[in-house]
């Protein structure tokens, strides 16, 4: 249970009365011009994305700019939730827009959805002096409806890590639907070392071109020996990496943090913290591992009634953001 401190009576009924055709925030024209994002943001040697592939990815930009630019990645829960890193939240101006449907952010396509965070919720063991452990949190956005580039990316299914094999643990059993969680799981890390996973978002190519389309790159999860290694500061409690182990070369970076790491069949494995230098053989990215957090995860999207959250209020690890899109 969170304790309360704020209320926000405006966004209860806000989203009392958000539907699916929930107003779209009009930003202001009067803002300062964006800054130009620099030459190391996003993917690193990736390709692009076919239009439509990565219907769970999100755009998080920054608002208090005109046009509001991509900063962040994130991953689509359900109807209201988004999941990506604590310090994409911590380091924003809190006015943010989350872009649900985004593809070619040079264009208007007609899938485009834009929501405005009416609370983020970050994890209790995230701590602005780990950096890394820990780094995810929720955004709860207003309702909106699925559609052919909106839809959910699926938490991990229940298993028991010592009775099956590694290439069966994504593909044994029937995937829940759309929408539903397996939260009966225990909250403990798993070690997925080899599972390859896709990691997506927008950004720059190896010619430091910028791109206006989503950018993917297929990597595989290492083992937690082999990520301690590279990072032996980091506390890996809570972590793991990831990598291209064919080519090298190719990762996600900065950009892309918040993002999910997401298995052939439409699992969350990982969500994407950091990596430095960007897309290098030595130092591969560093994911937040959705074994660990998936509890955390469900008590939040499963147990507690988005109108109860807002009604309610928390300790500082719950942000809010604005009462309402007037």
């Known amino acids: 249970m ?15 009365s958000a539907v699916t055709n929930s ?3 009009e930003v202001p024209t009067t803002r300062s011009p964006a800054p130009q994002p620099t030459a190391e943001t996003n993917i690193i040697g990736g390709d692009i994305a076919t239009p439509g592939s990565t219907p769970w990815l999100v755009s ?23 999941l990506t ?12 827009l989350v872009v649900l449907g985004e593809y070619n952010m040079d264009e208007q396509e ?72 397996s939260c009966n799981i225990r909250d403990t890390k798993w070690d ?14 190896n010619s430091e071109e910028s791109s206006s389309v989503v950018m993917e790159a297929h990597l595989t999860i290492l083992s937690n020996d082999s990520c301690q290694g590279a990072y032996p500061d980091d506390d890996m409690e809570s972590l793991m990496c990831a990598a291209d182990v064919t080519h090298g070369g190719v990762g996600a970076c900065q950009g892309d943090s918040g993002g999910g790491l997401i298995s052939t069949d439409g699992y969350i494995l990982g969500v994407y913290s ?46 809010s953001f604005r009462p309402s899109l007037d």
């Open 23 to 25: 107003p779209v925030l």
């Open 192 to 205: 997925i070392q080899g599972v390859e996973g896709l990691i997506a978002g927008w950004g720059r190519t």
């Open 2 to 16: 969170y304790r309360i401190i704020y209320l926000l009576p405006f966004a209860v009924s806000l989203l009392s």
């Open 110 to 181: 007609g899938y485009e959805k834009t929501r405005t965070p009416l609370l983020s919720i970050i994890h209790p063991k995230y701590t602005y002096f780990s950096i890394h452990a820990y780094n995810v949190a929720l955004l709860l956005v207003p309702y909106f409806s699925y559609g052919e580039r909106i839809q959910p990316a699926s938490l991990l299914p229940k298993f028991d890590d010592k009775r099956h094999r590694l290439a069966q643990r994504f593909t044994d059993g029937k995937k829940e639907e759309k929408g539903k969680f």
């Open 85 to 96: 890193t604590a310090s994409c939240v911590t380091s924003s101006s809190y006015d943010l």
């Open 274 to 319: 950091y990596a430095e230098p960007c897309a290098s053989d030595e130092f591969p990215g560093i994911y937040v591992n959705m074994s660990v957090i998936q509890d955390w995860v469900c008590s939040i999207i499963r147990f507690h009634h988005p109108k109860r959250l807002l009604a309610d209020a928390t300790d500082y690890r719950i942000h």
């Open 60 to 82: 998080i930009r920054d608002a208090q700019y005109y046009p509001p630019p991509h900063f962040c990645g994130g991953t689509i829960l359900n109807n209201f939730w988004i």
